[in-house]
């Protein structure tokens, strides 16, 4: 069963973060002929005071 996980900033709606799992949905189904119904994906929202890299806080990209 395919477990995809993504982290990601808050701000996304449950809108988009459905776009995108359809969108990964589609690319097993197409690319390793996975059952659809075996596909999990899973959006954990981690605020941007909680990302770190090499010890120091990460800052969240400005939006353009």
């Given at each position: 069963m395919p477990l995809v996980k993504i982290d990601?900033?808050?701000?996304?709606?449950?809108?988009?973060?459905?776009?995108?799992?359809?969108?990964?949905?589609?690319?097993?189904?197409?690319?390793?002929?996975?059952?659809?119904?075996?596909?999990?994906?899973?959006?954990?929202?981690?605020?941007?005071?909680?990302?770190?890299?090499?010890?120091?806080?990460?800052?969240?990209?400005?939006?353009?």
């Amino acid at each position: 069963m395919p477990l995809v996980k993504i982290d990601l900033y808050p701000g996304r709606s449950p809108g988009q973060k459905h776009e995108v799992a359809n969108a990964i949905t589609r690319v097993f189904v197409e690319k390793l002929a996975s059952d659809p119904r075996d596909v999990m994906v899973i959006f954990n929202d981690t605020p941007a005071q909680d990302w770190f890299t090499a010890g120091a806080p990460m800052q969240r990209p400005a939006k353009s």
